[in-house]
């Protein structure tokens, strides 16, 4: 189970790197959102290859499809939210800030979304030192983006 955070590791790597990436690509089109539709191929590539290859894509049957809640079905709306400020503003506040305020404010949301079980997560309680670290995070981002 370990060999997990070392992948969620890497990725948070390339997280950090990933708006770096999409905002050079933006900025060499004439229109930056066409970057957008670049990555979102790359993705669907990506997870098209990965799931093929590992024999865990198979297409959802109608049980499947109508058995998942409304909501749900945005969460690739809220991605591609999340490309399109890496495309226009990324570059603009620097990595420092974007990278940090992107994650400090995940985390601040995924305190309250494990403390209610909201969106499908288990119930994990909002403890006093749960609270503290987003406090500290928050602490943290002001340092790396104002200072």
Known sequence: MWYLYGIVFLAGI???????????????????????????????????????????????????VTSIPWWAWFGGLLGGVVV??????????????????????GVVTSILLDH????GFAVHPATLWRIVGGILMIGGVVLVAVF
């Open 14 to 64: 390339a997280n950090a790197v990933q708006p770096g990436q999409n905002a050079t690509l933006a900025k060499g089109f004439s229109q930056p959102l066409i970057a957008g539709l670049v990555v979102g191929i790359g993705a669907a590539v990506t997870i098209l290859v990965l799931g093929l290859v590992s024999g865990r894509m198979a297409w959802p049957t109608q049980q499947e």
């Open 84 to 105: 399109v400020t890496q495309l226009l503003i990324a570059r603009q506040i620097g990595a420092g800030a974007f990278l940090g305020l992107l994650v400090t404010a």
């Open 116 to 119: 209610f079980g909201w969106v």
